[in-house]
């Protein structure tokens, strides 16, 4: 991202629009409608509502702990300051479509949010403070689990009438995932060994594919096929009735993938690489190639943020973080400003 000046003149006009913008809009400024801070320790908001605006969604930090708002639109954004006191939170995630977060506190509270609200309420207790949170692609659904654990909570009915329902593991959950209409995909075993199943949301399992290595699966929007890669062997497999397709290989450039993530139109499939770093977007109609993407990165995940195919690959914190931009002519690796001093 770079700015650009054009000389005082040029910045009294930016000046003047800037002011007149943030009367009406903002100016791509976070704010809370209310200026009190909570008190340190508590999970009490500094307001009551998030502002509107041009919004990419909200981040989790895991670096400090924090939920915000990013501001703007791809390649012009700006974090804004934490939601929450820092460490009122252990684990976050936010859905875009529904505009719907989940919170774990330390204690083990899981609380839902949705936007604009500043206000989570508790959906259930006694969950891992360190438990990964995976929603279904529009957010309807969610699947809670702590990996290495023997079975996950199953979320419905998000965000207006939250349900939950456990369902057990053959063994240790290594990932999960789940559908639009509630299809739960489970990957279970060892690290060399993983077994994956899906459960239909009558409860009927059928076993669907044995990995090398878990390289991350996601479900396509709106659709139960599903997208799962193999750490090991390196490849992206579509399922659609149980039956696999080889979407992408070695040769294509994955590398160790460990994430894997779908675009709302279902055009696009996106995988990141533990090996090298790379991104892989892979044209899910067949048109074009595979083409891989750098970063002056090394990934952590495959968040979705506001937009058909935009997603977080790094965190901000004292350094920028990164995003990437998957559905245009070519794909677009973004950083997003870093944490600013107080906030």
């Not at 949010?113 to 995976?134: D, F, G």
């Not at 789940?178 to 899906?198: C, F, I, P, Q, R």
Request: hydrophobic content about 45%; overall charge neutral.
């Amino acid at each position: 991202m770079t700015l650009r000046s054009h000389g005082p003149r040029g910045a009294h006009i930016s000046g003047v629009m800037c002011a007149l913008m943030l009367l009406f809009s903002g100016c791509g400024t976070f704010t809370s409608n209310s200026a009190g801070k909570a008190p340190s320790g508590s999970n009490t908001p500094a307001g009551t509502n998030i502002s509107t605006g041009a919004r990419m969604g909200l981040i989790w930090n895991p670096g400090d702990s924090t939920l915000r708002a990013l501001v703007g639109v791809p390649g012009s954004a700006q974090l804004g300051p934490a939601l929450f006191p820092v460490g009122a939170y252990a684990a976050g995630a936010f859905a875009p479509v529904n505009q719907t977060a989940l919170l774990i506190d330390p204690k083990g509270n899981l609380q839902i949010m949705t936007e604009p609200s500043l206000l989570p309420s508790t959906v259930a207790q006694n969950i891992s403070p360190t438990s990964v949170i995976a929603f279904a692609p529009r957010g309807g659904y969610a699947v809670v689990f702590a990996p290495g654990a023997n079975s996950v909570l199953v979320m419905s009915g998000l965000p207006q009438a939250p349900a939950l329902s456990t369902v057990s593991a053959a063994a240790a959950v290594q990932g999960a995932a789940v559908s639009d209409a509630g299809t739960l995909l489970l990957a279970s075993g060892g690290k060399s060994a993983v077994a994956v199943t899906s459960i239909n949301a009558s409860g009927n399992r059928s076993s669907l594919v044995s990995l090398g290595g878990y390289g991350g699966m996601t479900f396509i929007a709106g659709s139960e096929d599903s997208l799962i890669a193999d750490s090991a062997a390196n490849t992206l497999a579509r399922y659609h009735g149980g039956v696999a397709s080889i979407l992408a290989t070695h040769t294509n450039g994955l590398n160790q993938p460990f994430a894997v993530a779908s675009s709302q139109d279902g055009h696009w499939a996106v995988t990141a690489d533990q090996a090298d770093g790379s991104i892989l977007r892979i044209d899910l109609s067949g048109v074009t190639a595979p083409a891989q993407s750098t970063c002056a990165c090394s990934p952590t995940q495959l968040s979705e943020l506001n937009g058909n195919a935009v997603f977080e690959l790094t965190a901000p914190a004292a350094s920028p973080g990164w995003m990437i931009e998957a559905d245009g002519a070519t794909s677009r690796v973004l950083f997003i400003p870093p944490v600013r001093g107080g906030q």
